[in-house]
């Protein structure tokens, strides 16, 4: 049991409060407010952090972790450079990630989890690719939700891969760590296989979270079956007997043709959508993770941020993996995003989307995402540069804060 405090305490969406606190108890939230009154309800040891804020943990609502050491794994194989076509990165990170050992994948997953910590992401949403990771997954010390990947096109791999994943979801105990289910992408599953998947999560009440529209070359593909993923990258996989006739359509309007976008799904990227896809989109409740770093590094352009905006689809804010990106960092992210759309969204919706917003995404906001009671104690203690004033408090953080602490149910991790 103890009381939190600085000398604001600052909810996205919300006025700053002054002199905020939170009381904890057994990882929770039991109080929030000024604390003189958090003190007189609860009179705990007091952590005091003046000249500091306290805001709730950045939530990472897409990114691989066990990709992290993936720099260091391409200047040992020799090809330390990054490709500027989306189908070569394809290539070059499946290359190197067939050879990798278990042990290689824990290391990488565990710097993930501790760097992430460092930055003040305290919740992720994480791609699992290997199972034979999950044990290590649930010994994290992060909160989120872990999803769970299928890819593939042969009926009998797909059906031994459900077969894996549904044993694996059985297993997952952890409170902190929820399962998902993440269809990679439209085109790396066959129709069946998109079918049993999504058919599957929505059997046990799970998430999806699929990749969508991140390149021109799926439109390419989508279309009438051309380009270089058709020449490319089912070669390299084995499907070539699996190549689906000319769709005409949209990756958007396949999945919707499949009925699997739903409340329950999260779209990722969506950087080549059109206005009728935004729509499908806004009509099926998708909420969409943009990964504007991972994009611009890629070179696969920039998704339609006004359109989404005025559409009121649900946005959140991920950082990907560091196999396309520089940093895991979600402040990294929100001030690339502010610099190169400076009148797109102001500090608090950044602050926001890299929050609550990120929660909602995982279907997570019952418990994380904001400072209240019956949530847990996953806060960031911020200090800014500059006076500290409520009324423009968002504008100094996204300008100049520095993670100086992280507390992860109520503990306090330092880096």
């Not at 529209?213 to 058709?230: H, P, V």
């Not at 000319?246 to 409340?263: G, I």
């Not at 890299?354 to 104690?377: F, N, Q, Y």
Request: hydrophobic content about 40%.
């Amino acid at each position: 049991m103890k009381i939190i405090a600085a000398s604001y305490l600052y909810n996205p969406g919300s006025t700053p409060a002054a002199n905020g606190a939170v009381a904890v108890r057994d990882g929770r939230i039991v109080a929030v407010g000024p604390l003189d009154d958090v003190r007189r309800d609860f009179p705990w040891p007091v952590e005091d952090h003046p000249g500091c804020v306290l805001m709730p943990g950045m939530v990472n609502a897409h990114t691989h972790l066990e990709l992290t050491h993936f720099p260091s794994w391409k200047i040992r194989k020799g090809v330390d450079y990054m490709p500027r076509q989306y189908v070569d990165w394809i290539v070059q990170v499946v290359k190197i990630c067939r050879a990798l050992t278990q042990d290689e994948l824990r290391h990488s997953l565990d710097e993930g989890a501790r760097i992430s910590l460092a930055a003040g992401t305290t919740t992720v949403g994480d791609i699992l690719s290997n199972l034979t990771l999950l044990a290590d997954y649930m010994r994290l010390p992060v909160s989120g939700r872990v999803y769970l990947e299928a890819i593939g096109h042969d009926p009998v791999q797909c059906e031994a891969r459900k077969s894996d994943m549904e044993a694996a979801i059985r297993t997952i105990t952890a409170a902190s760590l929820l399962p998902g289910v993440s269809p990679h992408a439209p085109h790396t599953l066959s129709e069946q296989f998109m079918r049993d998947i999504t058919g599957m999560a929505d059997s046990f009440g799970l998430p999806t979270m699929i990749h969508l529209a991140e390149s021109a070359d799926e439109i390419d593909f989508w279309f009438d079956t051309t380009g270089r993923i058709a020449t490319e990258i089912y070669p390299m996989a084995g499907w070539e007997p699996y190549l689906p006739p000319p769709r005409r359509m949209s990756p958007v309007a396949y999945l919707d043709s499949l009925a699997v976008l739903t409340p329950m799904t999260t779209c990722v990227h969506a950087v080549h959508v059109t206005p009728a896809d935004v729509g499908i989109l806004r009509d099926r409740g998708v909420a969409i993770v943009i990964c504007p770093r991972s994009n611009d590094r890629l070179v696969v352009g920039a998704p339609p941020l006004m359109l989404f905006r005025g559409s009121r689809i649900p946005l959140a804010i991920g950082t990907d993996s560091l196999a396309s990106n520089d940093s895991l960092s979600m402040w990294d992210e929100i001030r690339f995003l502010f610099e190169r759309y400076p009148r797109m969204f102001t500090p608090d919706e950044l602050l926001g989307m890299a929050t609550i917003g990120g929660a909602r995404a995982l279907h997570l906001d019952s418990g994380t995402g904001t400072l209240e009671v019956g949530k847990r104690a996953d806060i960031q203690v911020l200090s800014p540069s500059g006076a500290l004033t409520s009324g423009k408090l968002a504008d100094l953080l996204l300008d100049s804060a520095v993670v100086a602490t992280v507390y992860l149910a109520g503990e306090r991790i330092d880096s």
